[in-house]
């Protein structure tokens, strides 16, 4: 499903389950989930899977996807990428970064937040968003915006290596078709019943420098279907 959000110098893998047969851990990734519960090995081990499908299919070899002080995934030298896992759902997405400078993806369970928790992650105008919809159509708005957050913070934190708020970056919904270059149009190929939309994040602090120039807003794509939302950013790299 992550696919129709992106550009075609993007790949994407992905799984519903956590069946990996060519799933085994290289040892600093094993030394990563040794002491892991179980749930969290099986999401860690298949979206490293994913992520190692991902690299296949852009030419590059096996590699260990180490984890950053964040728990950033730590991509071989000239890939950027992003990793996401839900209940139900494990993503990986890669990119030459000849040609993308960050990518960010997030997928979420299509349901309404935990009590309490829209107006910790939401700016008051967001919220008022939010409210306004009553998540009618098929979409849980309050889960979809925290996905968009995710992506946003995915994006940003490779480019920076600082931390992102919530408060810090404004996000606008909108349900108007907007498709990245050579990506699927929403509601032509995705899943039937789908709902897909575009969304702006504008920084409200000082965006990273890509380029030599300031980046002060991030555009994406989203996707409720089958159960979820899925957000995704492609920045691409400067031309020249």
Request: glycine letters at 12%.
């Amino acid at each position: 499903m992550i696919d129709h959000l992106l550009p075609p110098q993007v790949v994407a893998v992905e799984s519903r389950g956590d069946d990996h047969p060519d799933g085994d851990l290289f040892p600093e990734e094993e030394a990563l989930v040794a002491r892991a519960v179980a749930k969290r090995r099986r999401e860690f081990t298949a979206a490293r899977v994913c992520a190692r499908r991902a690299l296949a299919r852009l030419g590059r070899p096996p590699a260990p996807i180490l984890s950053g002080t964040r728990g950033e995934p730590l991509w071989p030298d000239g890939i950027v990428g992003s990793i996401t896992h839900c209940d139900g759902y494990r993503g990986a997405v890669a990119a030459d970064s000849s040609v993308v400078a960050s990518v960010g993806i997030d997928a979420e369970p299509n349901g309404p937040l935990p009590d309490g928790v829209l107006d910790t992650v939401a700016l008051p105008e967001e919220a008022a968003f939010v409210r306004k919809q009553a998540d009618d159509g098929g979409v849980s708005w309050g889960r979809l915006l925290f996905c968009a957050k995710e992506a946003v913070y995915k994006t940003w934190y490779p480019l920076t290596g600082r931390w992102l708020g919530f408060e810090e970056a404004r996000i606008d919904l909108t349900t108007d078709p907007v498709t990245a270059p050579g990506a699927t149009a929403p509601g032509t190929g995705s899943a039937a019943g789908a709902v897909a939309g575009g969304f702006r994040a504008r920084l409200l602090v000082e965006g990273p420098l890509v380029g030599g120039r300031a980046v002060q807003e991030f555009s994406g794509r989203w996707l409720a279907a089958e159960g979820l939302v899925l957000a995704a950013i492609v920045l691409p790299a400067p031309a020249g």
